[in-house]
């Protein structure tokens, strides 16, 4: 039995349990898909992260638990460039801003964005 190569298709990408590959072996179409399903993810439990009444201790579980698996699966082998780990980044500060909230400067008495060495250091 005889097989002629024209009767298949070249397939450029697939998703293959729950991971997108590519025929070029490339990480940033994974890395978007899995930022935006982490966008989808911090969007559905945004109340309960925005609930005051909430401790930050109880907040930071949720994020550990909900939203950092969703983004982080099957990226443990992944050799990010740094474009990928700075977006990774953005979005963890996005997160980490909901959750700890705006803070009133000192010196002019204006409330303020965490700038990113604050929660770093939070």
Same mark, same amino acid.
């Given at each position: 039995?005889?097989?002629?190569?024209?009767?298949?298709?070249?397939?450029?990408?697939?998703? *293959?349990?729950?991971?997108? $590959?590519?025929?070029?072996?490339?990480?940033? &179409?994974?890395?978007?898909?899995? #930022? !935006?399903?982490?966008?989808?993810?911090?969007?559905?439990?945004?109340?309960?992260?925005?609930?005051?009444?909430?401790?930050?201790?109880?907040?930071?579980?949720? *994020?550990?638990?909900?939203? $950092?698996?969703?983004?982080?699966?099957?990226? &443990?082998?992944?050799?990010?460039? #740094? !474009?990928?780990?700075?977006?990774?980044?953005?979005?963890?500060?996005?997160?980490?801003?909901?959750?700890?909230?705006?803070?009133?400067?000192?010196?002019?008495?204006?409330?303020?964005?965490?700038?990113?060495?604050?929660?770093?250091d939070l």
């Amino acid at each position: 039995m005889r097989i002629d190569n024209s009767t298949f298709e070249k397939v450029e990408q697939f998703k *293959y349990l729950g991971t997108n $590959l590519t025929n070029q072996n490339s990480i940033v &179409e994974e890395i978007k898909s899995r #930022l !935006r399903s982490g966008i989808a993810c911090y969007h559905s439990v945004q109340n309960l992260l925005s609930f005051r009444l909430r401790s930050k201790n109880l907040k930071i579980k949720i *994020y550990r638990a909900i939203i $950092l698996p969703v983004v982080s699966y099957g990226c &443990e082998t992944c050799l990010l460039i #740094l !474009r990928e780990k700075r977006k990774q980044r953005v979005f963890e500060n996005l997160v980490l801003r909901r959750i700890f909230g705006p803070r009133r400067d000192e010196v002019t008495g204006e409330w303020r964005r965490l700038h990113n060495e604050e929660l770093n250091d939070l």
